[in-house]
């Protein structure tokens, strides 16, 4: 079975500072997607973003970023120029035929 | 385009009875997925539906039940509550064009609490 973990319960960061957040999976498959998802206080899950994992190179959507390393099955957000707004727990999240979390890492960003 | 839409946002049930919880996806897509949230469990996946037809199921006991109507809605009933059954329950839809794995976008939850 696919297991997602998420060894950082609980991390801060300075504004305007990077911050990564970690993550590992566990799979005999070969094709898979990945995904990190914030979720605020608000509750609702908002996707942060996404990587097939037949694709090489890493993904990025402005701010944020991945790294992949397929054969370590690790799957790590990096944030750039942190801002208050991204404080929330962040999950990492791995598909096949259906999604399963991590435990979540709580991020907060201090002004 | 707007998001998806689950009603009702909170509920307080007593134990035994039954809940009924429903979820409208984005236009267009065609798959619905139900998660269960609590802090003991993190995010657990309930069940997913595609095409009126349950695809994908997750090891919950069979007193969770869902439905996906031909408008791609998506209903989702608890029989006989328990007090672990509080949790908060997200749906999420995608296109799924004939695959599991499109990139699934949630709605903003159904907090259930059982007394």
């Known amino acids: 079975a696919q297991t997602v973990t998420q060894s950082q319960p609980e991390m801060s960061v300075q504004e305007a500072e990077t911050v990564t957040l970690s993550c590992t999976y566990d799979?005999?498959?070969?094709?898979?997607?990945l995904f990190w998802y914030k979720q605020p206080p608000s509750r609702q899950m908002i996707l942060v973003i996404r990587?097939?994992?037949?694709?090489?190179q890493n993904a990025t959507e402005n701010r944020f970023s991945v790294n992949f390393q397929k054969a370590a099955k690790s799957f790590s957000l990096k944030i750039s120029d942190s801002q208050l707004g991204d404080t929330a727990m962040y999950f990492c999240?791995?598909?096949?035929?259906?999604?399963?979390f991590g435990a979540g890492t709580r991020l907060t960003v201090k002004p | 385009k707007a998001g998806v839409t689950q009603t009702p946002r909170y509920l307080i049930k007593t134990r035994g009875q039954q809940v009924t919880l429903s979820c409208s996806p984005i236009?267009?897509?065609?798959?619905v997925s139900w998660y269960q949230q609590t802090p003991g469990q993190g995010l657990q996946f309930l069940f997913e539906?595609?095409?009126?037809?349950?695809?994908n199921k997750g090891n919950f006991p069979g007193r969770f039940s869902g439905r996906q109507f031909s408008n791609s809605r998506s209903e989702m009933n608890v029989s006989t509550l328990e007090l672990g059954d509080s949790a908060l329950y997200l749906c999420?839809?995608?296109?799924?064009?004939?695959?599991?794995?499109?990139?699934?976008?949630f709605g903003p939850g159904t907090r259930l609490t059982v007394l």
């Open positions: 999420a839809s995608s296109l799924a064009q004939g695959a599991s794995t499109d990139t699934q976008y």
């Open positions: 799979t005999s498959e070969n094709n898979y997607y």
């Open positions: 990587q097939e994992a037949y694709k090489q």
């Open positions: 999240a791995f598909m096949l035929n259906d999604m399963r």
């Open positions: 236009s267009g897509h065609r798959s």
């Open positions: 539906y595609f095409s009126e037809t349950q695809r």
